[in-house]
């Protein structure tokens, strides 16, 4: 089946401009849920109506970003339908249920909680009340497990079958596809992003009142909260980060080489810490591919396989292979993907024609080859290669962020703890900016991680080129225009609000103050 | 349980699922019709206040009916997932953009620096509640009256119309089902209004939009039923699979089912009587056999389509390419491991049930919401 | 397949929670404490007899 390029890669641009866009509302949602239900907490423990109105103050905010997160999310499921039509039939058996699974068992527990969480407040009793509120920050994080244990399948393929007679991917393992160590890891750095995220949110809205000398009490206490709760959580996402990486090592050598920009493999990998890449570097060539850097010798291999000594593969290794460490080449790989491939359509066609022999022989070639299928729709060796520049500088961005987010909670802290923040306006400007980095930490981690595993829809079985719906290109531009134009007009409309409910500040507190 | 179960009828209990689940959604789109009647039923802006904070406690749950309805698509037939969506492109798309817009709708309506205006919002719930509800009515029309696509030998597929789902609109079914479904959703809603809303303006209004419009909807139905009794339909062979046209093949599977003909002769009495409780009298509890005679309805709708040996989804480029229940479901091992997934089902309904209680033992009125700072 | 460090790892999400919120409540308590700094000095600031400052 022919597969035009244009449609290609207007297709991936409508996938990435939907999914940046919704990724700009859910890490807020994943850890602002669990603030909130936190500040509550504290509101039923102490029956200090102080809390219940600061509660509110930040479930309204919520509000606004949950909404939004909806409408962007909506489209992100049925995508993989309109766009993604051959990809649904090759993995669906797979992909469709975790996503079945996430509409039953998070997707109503957030929706039906969350109208008792805001419109419930004199309806239901405070613990009903309570409960509500944890209910919808547990649903929605149980949504965001089951879109990564879908995203970590599609990482690191497992639990699965290829059946010829329906060319497609058939689950034989539950258990191995919910336990996938890429799974979990992904679940666990993503969700600790997000609240980390939504620490940063609550400290810099904060840092802003306190700047403004305004709503003091409000703010310190807020920060006090969202601290606590942003030190712990960044520590654990430093944590998650580091078992990430080691999965991205075992199973996607090409990403993580792209991430450290290692074109040549060694033992002993240094890692680069910060680095400017040389453009006209080339696979394969003599070029040193950095024009500064600092790294840290080893760190790579001590990173990704806990052993000083560990060999790492570098970029020219994957491409053209290696004998001694027992590396295939990418030219080896496409030869065995097009035998599978071949044996396939032979396998088809002896089916049509009712011969059994023939059958079974293809079957058999095709099962030789069928680890490398993948392979055998790539082009050139050289497809192989994800862009090492964008996977490079949003590994490092995301790292340097995620790095300078654990000392600002330890530093806010100390200054929250010791009642010295306001006398440090400094910290105080550096948190209202920090917010902005939060978000480009984000997206950088999202980048890291689906640019570095191109040109893979599913690794090493199914490149992006054959995923897509067989359909022209015209209609893919056109929607793609329409979420542009749409989400952009949104976007808009949502950070107005937001910023117009923060300068008017929890208003529900000023009420009682003159009482 | 389920391990047991042959793969048909695997196929056949998620099928089940599937018709529920579409049952629930035509229920729950009360919410749709209700944002259709806002300026009808709402005179003033506090009354529109009222009815918008009325459906706002409700309408995630719609949603997520939506979201859940293609979620349970792709794991139990995802050939159909791949299929219509990919092919019906513009279709899909459009009711996309209807639902999108609805998000923000209720929670940015009101709230200053909303950037576009009260009225923008407003006129996207419109468009939710009315372009939306009709392509939908549209596209489950196609079920009935099929498609233009092929599937090939690796079950790839493609459409064979540059219209890209555009052309199911030229079929007057396709239509008629659409308008039926706003209708249905419309009076709905009115009922909905008459259980939740304390205030007498408001439920006089709705029970003028019950008496006029439910014979719309009737003249509607009818002809929407009488069609799908008489038109041909697309059967396939149990053993070879081969499908050939059938004429009177869904009034063939209404008699070769009786329990199907129960149930959807149960749903439209309860139907009826919901919509006569909301006419003809002064109760306010029209909504649960209409609700439940909804759900009755469609599901009983799914049966006669997916069961009996009948394609779904007829090809009308290629009849061989016709999806059935058979051809277009996950493996076996997927569907065994979905269905004990599937018992959750109850579990969530039983707790939708409970919150649905507590947040409607009272009526909402117009002060309730004036005294909530966070009121849509 | 060990599905043993899959499953301490899921484990670990709500045990980050409730750390994360007891840590929470630990710097509450010391946070409220100096909030009140000002009235334990007049109170308990000198001489005052011990009962006045019990409730800090």
């Not at chain 1, 654990?236 to 996607?252: I, L, M, P, W």
């Not at chain 1, 050598?253 to 033992?267: D, R, T, V, W």
């Not at chain 1, 790579?300 to 060999?311: E, F, G, N, Q, W």
């Not at chain 2, 059938?246 to 919901?274: D, Q, S």
Request: proline content about 3%; overall charge neutral; hydrophobic content about 50%.
């Amino acid at each position: 089946m022919h597969i035009d390029p244009s449609l290609v890669e207007w297709s991936r641009a409508q996938f990435a401009l939907t999914a940046l866009y919704h990724w700009l509302f859910v890490p807020l949602t994943l850890g602002l849920t669990f603030l909130v239900a936190i500040m509550e907490t504290i509101y039923v423990k102490t029956g200090d109506e102080w809390w219940k109105k600061t509660t509110r103050f930040w479930m309204g905010l919520l509000a606004i970003n949950f909404a939004i997160g909806l409408a962007t999310g909506i489209i992100m499921e049925f995508e993989f339908g309109t766009n993604w039509s051959n990809y649904s039939w090759i993995v669906g058996d797979i992909f469709g249920a975790p996503l079945a699974i996430e509409g039953l068992m998070a997707f109503f527990m957030e929706s039906t909680f969350f109208a008792v969480m805001f419109f419930g407040w004199d309806k239901v009793s405070k613990r009903m009340h309570l409960l509500s509120t944890w209910l919808v920050a547990i649903g929605s994080n149980l949504s965001a497990l089951w879109i990564l244990v879908a995203n970590g399948w599609m990482q690191h393929p497992v639990g699965i079958r290829f059946n010829p007679d329906t060319a497609r991917n058939e689950m034989v393992d539950f258990w191995a596809v919910l336990f996938n160590p890429n799974a979990y890891s992904k679940f666990l750095h993503t969700i600790s992003s997000g609240y980390v995220l939504a620490s940063l949110f609550v400290i810099s809205i904060s840092a802003w009142y306190l700047l403004r000398r305004r709503d003091i009490q409000f703010a310190k206490r807020s920060i006090m909260v969202a601290a606590s709760f942003g030190l712990i959580v960044s520590l654990f996402n430093v944590t998650t980060g580091d078992d990430s990486a080691r999965h991205v090592a075992q199973d996607q050598p090409m990403k993580l080489a792209a991430m450290e920009g290692l074109y040549e493999g060694k033992s002993g990998a240094e890692i680069v810490t910060f680095g400017i890449l040389n453009p006209s570097k080339k696979v394969g060539d003599k070029q040193e591919p950095f024009l500064v850097k600092v790294a840290i010798p080893e760190g790579l291999s001590l990173l990704s396989y806990h052993r000083v000594d560990a060999y790492v593969p570098g970029i020219r290794e994957l491409v053209y292979g290696s004998k001694e460490h027992g590396i295939l080449s990418v030219a080896e790989k496409m030869k065995r993907g097009k035998e599978a491939v071949a044996a396939l359509a032979a396998y088809k066609a002896a089916k049509k024609a009712g011969d059994t022999a023939q059958m079974a022989a293809a079957k058999k070639r095709f099962e030789a080859n069928s680890a490398y299928l993948g392979y055998g729709y790539l082009k050139t060796p050289l497809q192989a290669v994800p862009s090492v520049p964008t996977t490079f500088y949003a590994f490092h961005t995301m790292v340097g962020l995620g790095t300078w987010f654990v000392l600002l909670f330890i530093v806010i802290l100390y200054f929250t703890m010791t009642d010295t923040l306001e006398r440090h306006r400094k910290w105080l400007w550096a948190a209202l900016f920090s917010l902005p980095l939060g978000y480009v930490a984000q997206e950088a981690g999202w980048i890291t991680a689906e640019v570095g595993r191109q040109p893979w829809a599913i690794q090493d079985m199914l490149p992006v080129g054959m995923a897509t719906s067989n359909i022209v290109t015209s209609p893919v531009m056109i929607t793609f225009w329409l979420f542009a134009i749409l989400f952009t007009a949104l976007l808009i409309a949502e950070v107005k609000i937001m910023t117009t409910q923060i300068k008017l500040g929890p208003v529900e507190l000023k009420e009682d103050s003159h009482v | 349980m389920f391990n047991s179960m042959s793969y048909l009828h695997l196929q056949q209990y998620w099928w089940f699922l599937i018709g529920v689940l579409a049952g629930l959604f035509v229920f729950m789109t009360f919410v749709q019709g209700g944002q259709t009647l806002l300026w009808t039923l709402g005179k003033s802006e506090e009354k529109r206040d009222l009815i918008v904070n009325a459906l706002g406690r409700k309408w995630e749950l719609t949603f997520t009916s939506l979201v859940m309805f293609g979620g349970a698509l792709f794991a139990s037939f995802p050939l159909f997932y791949a299929t219509s969506f990919g092919g019906a492109y513009y279709v899909w798309m459009a009711i996309l953009f209807c639902f999108i817009i609805q998000a923000v709708a209720y929670e940015y309506r009101k709230k200053p620096g909303n950037v576009f205006g009260e009225r923008t919002y407003e006129v996207f719930l419109f468009i939710n509640g009315s372009l939306g509800i009709i392509l939908v009515g549209a596209a489950l029309g196609t079920l009935f009256t099929g498609g233009n696509f092929v599937v090939n030998d690796m079950h790839l597929s493609h459409w064979t119309k540059a219209t890209y789902g555009l052309e199911a609109l030229l079929s007057f079914f396709n239509v008629a089902f659409g308008f039926m479904l706003f209708f249905l959703a419309r009076l709905l809603a009115a009922l909905y209004f008459l259980n939740a809303i304390d205030d007498e303006e408001i439920a006089r209004r709705a029970r003028i939009v019950l008496r006029y419009e439910s014979g719309i909807f009737l003249l509607l139905f009818l002809y929407v039923a009488g069609s799908i009794l008489t038109m041909k339909g697309y059967a396939y062979d149990p053993k070879t699979f081969v499908v050939h046209i059938e004429a009177m093949k869904f009034l063939h599977n209404l008699l070769a089912m009786p329990a199907v003909a129960v149930t959807l002769a149960a749903g439209i009495v309860l139907l009826l009587w919901g919509l006569g409780l909301g006419i003809f009298t002064q109760s306010d509890k029209g909504i649960w056999p209409a609700g439940i005679g909804t759900v009755l309805t469609v599901l009983a709708l799914f049966l006669l389509l997916g069961y009996n040996h009948t394609a779904y989804y007829p090809s009308l480029a290629d009849p061989q390419s016709s999806l059935t229940i058979q051809n277009s479901s996950g493996s076996r091992y997927t569907l065994v491991a979905m269905s004990w997934v599937s018992l959750l089902v109850p579990v969530v309904l039983g707790y939708i049930v409970l919150v649905w209680r507590s947040m409607n033992r009272t009526k909402i009125t117009v002060e309730e919401v004036e005294s909530d700072h966070h009121h849509y | 397949m060990e599905y043993t460090d899959a499953i301490i790892w899921y484990a670990s999400w709500p045990v980050l929670i409730y750390i994360a919120y007891r840590f929470v409540l630990l710097n509450m308590k010391h946070h409220a404490k100096m909030e009140r700094l000002e009235e334990y000095e007049q109170q308990c600031g000198g001489a005052v007899e011990p009962k006045a400052c019990e409730k800090f």
